[in-house]
């Protein structure tokens, strides 16, 4: 993505498509993902492996961009987040979460995510 303002819809919209490889892609191969409070995941084999957790809730998610702070080849932002879907047990579940997000300008102009706290702001 060309600005890190875009993080928030690009990763929504393909969550909605269910495409793992197109979340997988916005993060920087090294990145740090906490999928739940209490545990970190490092690297894209392992975000891709707990995103696959929230995919299989077959669901839709919403995301508001509160804010993007730019510094030198770095980018702070934070989401307002919302996740409908359904839990192993058939019942409909909601999610909602404050998220902050760190995004490094990588050598080709591009931006990708190097640390994802979707609970860094609740």
Do not use: C
């Not at 975000?47 to 809730?57: H, N, S, T």
């Amino acid at each position: 993505m060309s600005r890190p303002e875009e993080i928030h819809s690009r990763f929504a919209t393909a969550f909605n498509s269910g495409n793992v490889d197109a979340i997988v892609a916005l993060y920087d191969p090294e990145a740090t993902l906490v999928p739940q409070p209490g545990q970190v995941v490092k690297g894209r084999d392992a975000i891709r492996q707990a995103l696959l957790q929230f995919l299989a809730l077959k669901g839709t998610m919403q995301v508001k961009s509160i804010f993007t702070v730019h510094g030198p080849g770095v980018a702070l932002t934070r989401g307002q987040w919302k996740l409908n879907g359904t839990g192993p047990d058939g019942k409909p579940i909601e999610m909602t979460g404050q998220s902050v997000e760190v995004l490094r300008q990588q050598s080709n102009g591009e931006w990708l995510l190097i640390v994802d706290h979707p609970f860094g702001a609740d």
